[in-house]
Every structure is written in C-alpha cells, then in structure tokens.
C-alpha cells in the first residue's frame, strides 16, 4: 500500500499531475476537492464543512488503508507555518503507516504569475466548481501566499520518500513520470 501526498500552493497543478499519475500507475485519485465540492454547496466554505471534510477523508484514508488497493493519491495545500497542518499531515501518514503503508511525498512549487494562469485552466475549473469565481479564487490564492508559507524551506522535509518538483514549464505528464521513475511506482 502507497500513499503519494501531492502539496503545494493553489493551483500549482497537484489534481492535474494526480490525474496523470493515476493514469500511468496503479494508483487510485483522491484530490482534497473531491470533499470540498460534495459538503461546501450545503455548507459554504464554514467549520461545519471543514469538519464534515476531514472525517470523510479520514474514513476514506482508513478504508483505503485497509483494502486491497496498490495505493492512493491525495492533494491538498500544505501551510508549512501552521502546527496543524504539520500534526494533520503525521495523522493521515500514520494511518497507512501503521498498516505497514508507505508514504511519498511530493511537493509542487511554481512561479506565482503561472499559478494564477492555471487558475483559470478549463480542466481545474471542470472539477472545482468553488473556484469557478475567477476572480475571488485569484484574490483568495493572493491572501493566502501573503498569509502563509506553502512551499517548504530546503531541508525542512526529512522524510526518505521526498520529491520536490519546480514545475513552472513542466508539463503534468513530465511531472507524473518524474514521480513514478523516482518512487519506482507500477
């Protein structure tokens, strides 16, 4: 059983290299906005839904954790300043690990100015309708790089299973390969 983590800020590509790499693995997507687009139309984007959120992926974790499955791919925004994130990101590695999983991690970054083009990109908006607002998504992406930090420093990571990819003028598809060739993935 494999865990690949795919972090990094908004819109650096995390779902549409979680695509490709399903595509070319065994390995089953599960992008954070799968919960996200299922809770927040009820609830709006409150601590009700984020609440909702984290036990529906916690349980999905778990079941997957417990299959037959060769493995999972899960996205999300990690903000490396809050201990939260930190403490959440140890539980759910916990939760394969402990069924004798293994944990990849793998991190996006890319330049700012192409983040906010992918923000627009059909594929992105097709399968995250909340961020279907351009312009409030784009306002949103503002605050949080203003608000946090969503790329780690260097060395800051010290997991044995670690990549990090500047993907700015990669395509997803030379992302995805990246990540099989290094984790030795079928």
């Known amino acids: 059983m494999k865990l690949i983590l795919i972090f990094g800020p908004q819109a650096v590509g995390k779902m549409t290299v979680g695509q490709k790499l399903e595509e070319i693995t065994e390995l089953k997507l599960f992008h954070n906005h799968m919960t996200i687009e299922l809770l927040s139309p009820i609830l709006g984007f409150s601590p ?7 036990l529906f992926r916690q349980k999905i974790f778990e079941a997957v954790s417990n299959s ?8 999300f925004v990690w903000s490396f300043d809050s201990q939260e994130d930190w403490e959440y990101v140890k539980s759910v590695s916990d939760i394969f ?7 990849y991690f793998v991190e ?8 906010i083009e992918r923000n627009k990109t059909h594929n992105r908006l097709e399968h995250k ?3 279907r607002n351009v312009e409030e998504s784009e306002h949103r992406m503002r605050i949080a790089a203003k608000n946090h930090r969503l790329n780690s420093y260097e060395g800051e990571i010290k997991k044995e299973h670690f990549l990090k990819i500047n993907n700015t003028n990669l395509t997803p598809e ?10 030795e993935l079928r």
Do not use: C, H, Q, Y
């Not at 030379?174 to 984790?183: H, L, W």
């Open 129 to 131: 309708p909340s961020k």
């Open 174 to 183: 030379e992302v995805a390969i990246s990540i099989k060739e290094k984790f």
């Open 108 to 115: 996006l970054e890319a330049d700012f100015n192409e983040r």
């Open 68 to 75: 037959n499955l060769n493995g999972l791919i899960f996205t």
């Open 48 to 54: 009700e839904m984020w609440e909702l959120s984290n």
């Open 97 to 103: 690990e402990r069924n004798g999983g293994e944990v």
